[in-house]
């Protein structure tokens, strides 16, 4: 009896921990959010003030963003850059993914590890020289040129992934299909894209918020508002007078974007990213 009980204490106690770890880092990863929320909400004059629970609702400061900041410029670059990033990091992911997964090649090997080398390569030594090449080919201060840096930083993670994806679909689907008189990019995308479509959506999000979050390409690479990305925007708000309702505004604002992408593809990231690294 009293080895039951024992144990049954020690039940609860592991249970009592366990929710007291998930609730202490939810708290902690919440309440940032919570914290801009209220100070999108709160007077300029007001800030500053102690209060746990909110006592504003001046949506004023979302007005004010609106019209007196380039803040819709801002979005429109920013959601530039995430679409143009993700839709081309897709496009050459499932091509170099497949060639990898498929064909047999010199230097696949040295191919895959150089692919792995260039997540760890900084942003801050390859825009240097971007920059330069920027000036001297005439894309300085435009789209393109954030969207190919992007798309080069984010590209590693999707191939990787798809392979190992591509890698876990039999080859007799694609045998199958060459019988019956289907090409090589013929069953890729009606048969192995389709069933593709967890490890597709995973890397779509995941270069999504790649693109979402870039900073320091934008800002490099661009100097016209209309060019330059929420992130770097709401940066250049600081200044001796700070107007941190407005910023905390566009913060909010920001975040809806990737939070609506996560939540439309939440289904199929952890099967998507557990078979990637299966592989």
């Known amino acids: ?21 998930i609730i202490t880092w939810s708290i902690i990863a919440i309440l940032p959010i919570y914290v ?11 800030l500053g003030e102690k209060m746990l629970i909110p006592k504003y609702a001046y949506w004023q400061n979302y007005v004010d963003l609106a019209t007196q900041t380039p803040m819709w410029e801002y979005l429109k670059a920013s959601v530039i850059y995430a679409l143009g990033t993700s839709l081309f990091t897709i496009v050459i992911s499932i091509l170099a ?24 390569i900084p942003q801050i030594v390859i825009v240097t020289p971007l920059y330069g090449l920027s000036n001297s080919t005439g ?12 798309v080069a930083s984010a590209i590693a993670n999707p191939i990787l992934l798809l392979k190992g994806f591509f890698d876990s679909i039999p080859k007799s689907l694609e045998e ?24 597709l959506t995973t890397a779509f999000a995941l270069s999504f918020f790649t693109g979402w979050d870039a900073y320091l390409y934008p800002m490099i690479l661009t100097s016209a ?15 001796i007078v ?9 913060t909010v604002i920001a975040i809806i974007p990737p ?7 939440q289904k199929y990231l952890i099967g998507g990213l557990t078979s990637g690294s299966s592989k």
């Open 139 to 150: 894309l300085y201060d435009t789209y393109i040129i954030v969207i190919i840096a992007m």
């Open 36 to 46: 801009a929320v209220m100070t999108s909400l709160t007077p300029f004059e007001k």
């Open 97 to 120: 993914a497949y060639a990898l997964s498929r064909f047999r090649f010199k230097f696949k090997v040295a191919f895959m590890m150089i692919i792995v080398a260039i997540q760890v």
């Open 242 to 250: 700070t107007p941190w309702n407005w910023i905390m505004a566009g």
């Open 225 to 239: 508002p209309g060019k330059v990305s929420m992130t770097v925007g709401l940066s250049r708000m600081i200044d």
């Open 1 to 21: 009896m009293n080895m039951k009980k024992r144990k049954k204490l020690k039940k609860i106690r592991s249970y009592i921990v366990r929710y007291a770890i």
């Open 259 to 265: 939070i609506l992408i996560y939540l439309l593809a």
């Open 176 to 199: 199958a299909a060459a019988v019956d008189g289907c090409t090589r990019l013929k069953a890729l995308f009606k048969i192995i894209l389709p069933i593709s479509l967890p490890a």
